[in-house]
C-alpha cells in the first residue's frame, strides 16, 4: 500500500521567514549601534563617513526586509501568528543564554574598570561575550551562520582587548572592538534577509548573469 507523501506545512514556511526577518533586523540594530557609538573615537571626518554609512547600510537592509514582507503580509500575520512565531524560538533555554551574558558583561566590566585598569577595552569585552553567545545559539537553533558570526566576533574582541592591554589608541580599540564587530552584524542581517526572501519565493537582488536573471548570493540565516 503506498502512502501519500507528506506536504510541507506553509504555516511552517511563513513562521521560518518571519524569524529570520526578525533576527536580521534585530542583528542589524545592533550592529549600527556598534558603529555609530564606537566611531566617534576616530577622527572627526573618517567618524561622520562612518557614521553616514552605517545608516545608509541599515536603511538599505530595512528596505530589503520590505520588500521581502510583499504587500499582503501585514494583513496575513495575525498578532496570534507572530505570538507563536517569537515564541518557539525564545524559550527557557534563550533567555539562560541571554542572563549568562547579562553577567558576563557585569563581571567582565567590573574587573576592567576595577582591578585591570583596563576602562577602555570594556567595548572589547562586549564583543567577546556576543560573540561566544552565537556560539550558543547556534547550537539552540541550528544555524550553521551563526557559528562563523560568533568566531569573526569573538576574533574582534580578542584583538581589541590586547590592543588595549598594549596601550593602542582609542581609534585602533574601537575599530577593532566595535567597528568591526557591527559591520559584521549589519552583513549578517543581509545574509538573514536574503534567505527569507529565498524562502518566499521573491527575486533577490544581485548582479545579473549573462542569461538575465539575478546571480545567486549566500545562504544566510540557515542551517
Not at 3 to 13: R, V
Not at 93 to 114: P, T
Not at 127 to 150: D, E
Request: include cysteine.
Amino acid at each position: 500500500m503506498e502512502h501519500a507523501a507528506a506536504k510541507p506545512d506553509p504555516g511552517t514556511g511563513q513562521r521560518d521567514q518571519r524569524g529570520q526577518r526578525l533576527g536580521s533586523l534585530i542583528g542589524g540594530v545592533f550592529g549600527l549601534i556598534y558603529v555609530e557609538i564606537n566611531a566617534g573615537a576616530l577622527t572627526a571626518p573618517a567618524a561622520a563617513a562612518l557614521r553616514i554609512a552605517g545608516a545608509v547600510v541599515f536603511a538599505g537592509l530595512v528596505a530589503l526586509l520590505a520588500a521581502g514582507r510583499g504587500p499582503g503580509a501585514a494583513s496575513a500575520e495575525t498578532e496570534a501568528e507572530a505570538e507563536a512565531a517569537t515564541r518557539g524560538g525564545f524559550g527557557p533555554r534563550y533567555w539562560l543564554i541571554v542572563a549568562a551574558e547579562v553577567a558576563a558583561f557585569i563581571a567582565g566590566s567590573a574587573l576592567l574598570n576595577g582591578p585591570l585598569d583596563r576602562p577602555r577595552a570594556v567595548v572589547a569585552w562586549v564583543s567577546v561575550v556576543v560573540g561566544v553567545h552565537f556560539f550558543a545559539l547556534a547550537a539552540l537553533w541550528r544555524v550553521s551562520l551563526f557559528r562563523w558570526l560568533g568566531a569573526a566576533i569573538t576574533l574582534c574582541g580578542l584583538a581589541g582587548l590586547a590592543a588595549a592591554f598594549l596601550d593602542a589608541s582609542d581609534a585602533v580599540i574601537a575599530s577593532l572592538g566595535g567597528v568591526l564587530p557591527g559591520a559584521l552584524l549589519l552583513a549578517a542581517g543581509y545574509a538573514g534577509a536574503i534567505a527569507a526572501l529565498r524562502r518566499s519565493g521573491r527575486p533577490e537582488p544581485g548582479p545579473v548573469g549573462p542569461t538575465g536573471h539575478p546571480g545567486r548570493l549566500g545562504r544566510g540565516f540557515t542551517s
